[in-house]
C-alpha cells in the first residue's frame, strides 16, 4: 500500500469544488478574547517559532529543531511526582513484571496526544476553545470544572512532591509546611523566566528533563538491574504470581500516565509555531513533525520511568520491613521509625523510597534521589499551570494574568496540603496521592471523549478528520482506559469501609454517569452513528448528518448565543 492510499484510509477525504481542493482552515479563528487588543497581555504565545522555508526534503532537521519544544513541556506531565511514586510501587510491588503495562500506557498516551496536537494544528484552536463553541451552557461549565479539578488535583500532588524533596535535601531541617509554601514563590519566580523567549523557556523544561535523567539514571546505574529481567518483564506481557496487590498497580500504573489536563495543554502548545493553516502541506508536514517529536518526548520519559521501576524493582522487591529496618539501622539513618518490626512486605512511596535509597547505598543516592524529584515537581507545577490558564481562557473567553491564575490554583491546591503537612505527618501527605490518583482518574472521559469527538468530524477537521481506522482504534483505546480507570476507583471506594461514603459516592455515579453518557452520545454522533440522533437535531447544533455536526458560525470571531 502507498503512502497515498494510507493516508486515504486514516483520514476523510477532503471536499472539493470544480475539481480543485479547498480547505478551510483559515476560517476557523480561536474566538476573541474580550481584552482590548492593545492591552498587553502575557502568554506561551506572545511569540511564535518560525518554520524554516524551502526545504522540500522527505525529512528535515532543522524544520524538526523547529518544531521541537511542545512535545516536550507535554511529557513532563508523564514525569510529575505521582508518576515516579506509581513507578517505584510497581517496582517494589510487582518488580520488573508490569514494565510492559507502562510501555503499553505510553503508547496509549502518544496515540492520544496525538489526535491533541492535530486538533490544535488543524483549527488554530485548543482543545478547550472548541468545547466552548460545541457545547451548551451547562455542559460547557461542567466540563470546564472537572478539568479544573484534575489540575487543581494535579498541582497538589507536584506540591507535595516538591516539599518531599525539599525535607530529604535538608535532612529534615525544612519541614514539610515551610517546603509546602516555598513552592508558591519558586512557582511565581520560574514564570517569568517567559518574558525571555518561547524558546528559552522551551530549554529550561528541557534542562529539567534532563536533571531527572541524570539523577533518576545515576540510581539506575547505581543499583545495577537485571537487564535479562527488564527486559522480559518489557516485552512479555505476563505477570507471573501476581495477585490483586500487582492488579492494581497496573491499573494504577495506566492512571498515573495518562493525565487529562494534558491533553487540553498539548492542543494549546501546538498553536506556538508558525504554521500556514490555509496550506494543506504546510499543516500535514506540522502534524508529521509534531508527532516526531511527540515521540521521541514520550521515549525519553518511558526511559526515566523505567529507571525508576527498574530501581526498586531489582533492590527492593520482596524485601519486608525487618531487613529494611535493620539496614537503616546499621548506616545509622534516623528514618527507622518508618519501617515497623514485621515481616510484611516493604511498602515505599516517594518519601520512603529516598530513605530507603539512602540506607542501602549511601547519603548521595538519597540526595540525588531528591534532586530528581524536585525536578519533577517544579517541572510539573509550571505546565500545569500553563493548562489551568490555557483552559480558563478557552473554557470561560476569560483571560487572567498568569499571576493571578497562579494564584488561584495554587492557593487551591495548597490550602489542604498545608493542613495535612501542618497537623499530619509524611505519611498521611503521601497517603493523599491515593485519592488524588482516583480523583483524575475520574476526570479522564472529560478530555479523551471530546477529543476524539471533535479530531472525527469533518468541518472541524476538513481533510485530516479521524478517518474508519482511527475512529475505530481510538474509541477502543479511549474505552479501555477509561475502564482501567473507573475500575481503580471502585477499588479505591471500597477500601474505604464507610457505609455513608458508600452511599454518597453512589449518588456522585449517578450524576457522574449521565454527564459521561451525555459526552458519549455526541461522540457517538461525530464517529458516524446517526441513528443516535433521534428528534432530528440535539442540542450541540448537531444535524441528522454528522458533516454538518459543526456550528455554522466556526468561522466568526464572537462566541455562539445559545
Same mark, same amino acid.
Given at each position: 500500500m502507498t503512502s497515498e492510499q494510507d493516508g486515504d484510509l486514516l483520514e476523510e477525504d477532503s471536499p472539493q469544488e470544480n475539481g480543485i481542493q479547498t480547505n478551510q482552515y483559515s476560517t476557523i479563528s480561536p474566538p476573541a478574547s474580550p481584552v482590548a487588543q492593545?492591552? #498587553?497581555?502575557?502568554t506561551y504565545f506572545e511569540e511564535k517559532v518560525p518554520i524554516p522555508e524551502g526545504e522540500n526534503q522527505v525529512f528535515s532537521f532543522r524544520k524538526l529543531w523547529a518544531f521541537t519544544g511542545p512535545g516536550f513541556l507535554m511529557s513532563i506531565a508523564y514525569l510529575d511526582p505521582g508518576n515516579i511514586e506509581s513507578d517505584l510501587q510497581s517496582g517494589a510491588k510487582a518488580g520488573f513484571k508490569l514494565l510492559w503495562v507502562l510501555l503499553g500506557a505510553t503508547i496509549i498516551g502518544l496515540l492520544l496526544q496525538r489526535l491533541a496536537a492535530r486538533l490544535g494544528v488543524v483549527t488554530g484552536m485548543h482543545l478547550a476553545e472548541v468545547c466552548n463553541r460545541q457545547y451548551p451552557t451547562v455542559p460547557r461549565i461542567i466540563l470546564w470544572l472537572m478539568v479544573e479539578l484534575a489540575i487543581i488535583g494535579s498541582d497538589m500532588q507536584e506540591v507535595i512532591g516538591c516539599a518531599i524533596a525539599l525535607n530529604l535535601l535538608s535532612v529534615g531541617r525544612i519541614p514539610l509546611w515551610a517546603g509546602v509554601l516555598i513552592t508558591i514563590t519558586d512557582t511565581f519566580v520560574f514564570l517569568f523566566l517567559d518574558k525571555y523567549g518561547l524558546r528559552k523557556l522551551e530549554a529550561f523544561f528541557g534542562f529539567l528533563i534532563a536533571v531527572m535523567a541524570i539523577s533518576f539514571g545515576y540510581e539506575y546505574i547505581l543499583v545495577k538491574p537485571d537487564q535479562g529481567e527488564l527486559l522480559k518483564g518489557m516485552f512479555v506481557p505476563y505477570c507471573e504470581g501476581c495477585g490483586p496487590p500487582?492488579?492494581?498497580?497496573?491499573?494504577?500504573?495506566?492512571?498515573?500516565?495518562?493525565?487529562?489536563? *494534558?491533553? $487540553?495543554?498539548?492542543?494549546?502548545?501546538?498553536?506556538?509555531?508558525?504554521?500556514?493553516?490555509?496550506?494543506? /502541506?504546510?499543516? /500535514? &508536514?506540522?502534524? /508529521?513533525?509534531?508527532? +516526531? &517529536?511527540?515521540?521521541?518526548?514520550?521515549?525519553?520519559?518511558f526511559l526515566i520511568n523505567v529507571f525508576v521501576v527498574a530501581v526498586f524493582a531489582e533492590a527492593f522487591y520482596n524485601k519486608t520491613n525487618m531487613e529494611v529496618n535493620a539496614e537503616c539501622n546499621a548506616t545509622g539513618s534516623p528514618h527507622t521509625d518508618l519501617f515497623p518490626l514485621n515481616n510484611k512486605t516493604l511498602?515505599?512511596? %516517594? $518519601? /520512603?523510597g529516598g530513605v530507603v535509597l539512602g540506607c542501602f547505598f549511601g #547519603?548521595?543516592? =538519597?540526595? %540525588?534521589?531528591?534532586?530528581?524529584?524536585?525536578?519533577a515537581g517544579q517541572s510539573s507545577t509550571m505546565t500545569g499551570t $500553563?493548562?489551568?490558564?490555557?483552559?480558563? &481562557?478557552?473554557?470561560?473567553?476569560?483571560?487572567?494574568?498568569?499571576?493571578?491564575?497562579?494564584? =488561584?490554583?495554587?492557593? +487551591?491546591? %495548597? !490550602?489542604?496540603?498545608?493542613?495535612?503537612? +501542618?497537623?499530619?505527618?509524611?505519611?498521611?501527605? !503521601?497517603?493523599?496521592?491515593?485519592?488524588? *490518583?482516583? =480523583?483524575?482518574?475520574?476526570?479522564? #472521559?472529560?478530555?479523551? %471523549? #471530546?477529543?476524539?469527538?471533535?479530531?472525527?468530524?469533518t468541518p472541524i477537521m476538513n481533510d485530516f478528520a479521524n478517518g474508519l481506522v482511527w475512529k475505530i482504534s481510538g474509541s477502543i483505546m479511549i474505552l479501555v482506559v477509561c475502564a482501567i480507570n473507573m475500575y481503580f476507583v471502585i477499588v479505591y471506594v471500597t477500601s474505604l469501609n464507610s457505609v455513608l461514603l458508600y452511599v454518597l459516592s453512589a449518588l456522585l455515579s449517578i450524576a457522574y454517569l449521565c454527564f459521561v453518557g451525555y459526552l458519549a452520545w455526541h461522540c457517538l454522533i461525530a464517529l458516524g452513528v446517526s441513528c443516535l440522533d433521534f428528534g432530528g437535531r440535539v442540542p450541540m447544533g448537531l444535524s441528522r448528518h454528522t458533516d454538518i455536526y459543526l456550528l455554522n458560525d466556526m468561522d466568526t470571531d464572537t462566541l455562539v448565543e445559545r
Open positions: 492593545d492591552e #498587553p497581555f502575557s500487582q492488579m492494581e498497580q497496573a491499573v494504577g500504573i495506566v492512571g498515573a500516565v495518562i493525565m487529562p489536563h *494534558n491533553i $487540553y495543554l498539548h492542543s494549546a502548545l501546538v498553536k506556538s509555531r508558525e504554521v500556514d493553516r490555509t496550506n494543506k /502541506k504546510d499543516v /500535514k &508536514e506540522a502534524n /508529521k513533525y509534531f508527532f +516526531i &517529536e511527540s515521540a521521541a518526548a514520550l521515549f525519553v520519559s511498602e515505599v512511596d %516517594i $518519601y /520512603k #547519603p548521595a543516592a =538519597l540526595y %540525588i534521589w531528591a534532586i530528581g524529584i524536585l525536578a $500553563y493548562s489551568g490558564q490555557f483552559v480558563m &481562557e478557552g473554557f470561560l473567553n476569560l483571560r487572567w494574568s498568569r499571576f493571578a491564575r497562579v494564584l =488561584l490554583t495554587r492557593s +487551591i491546591a %495548597i !490550602t489542604p496540603t498545608l493542613l495535612v503537612a +501542618i497537623f499530619q505527618d509524611v505519611q498521611h501527605l !503521601t497517603g493523599m496521592n491515593d485519592f488524588l *490518583n482516583v =480523583l483524575q482518574s475520574m476526570q479522564l #472521559p472529560f478530555a479523551l %471523549i #471530546p477529543i476524539l469527538t471533535f479530531t472525527s468530524l
